[in-house]
């Protein structure tokens, strides 16, 4: 897995709350969703 502590920074700036929701989330996720994320992410 990446650095999530590049999320803090330019573009997203996001807060210690806001890392907690990353994280958690990503957590939950099955590989496949993930993966899922990925990809729509590389389309868009």
């Known amino acids: 897995m990446f650095d999530?502590?590049?999320l803090r920074g330019n573009p997203f700036?996001?807060?210690d709350e806001d890392m907690d929701w990353v994280k958690s989330?990503?957590?939950t996720m099955t590989?496949?969703?993930k993966r899922s994320g990925i990809?729509?992410?590389s389309t868009a």
Do not use: G, K, V
Request: negative net charge.
């Open 4 to 6: 999530l502590q590049i």
């Open 13 to 15: 700036y996001l807060t």
């Open 39 to 41: 990809y729509f992410a």
């Open 25 to 27: 989330t990503l957590e």
């Open 31 to 33: 590989l496949e969703e």
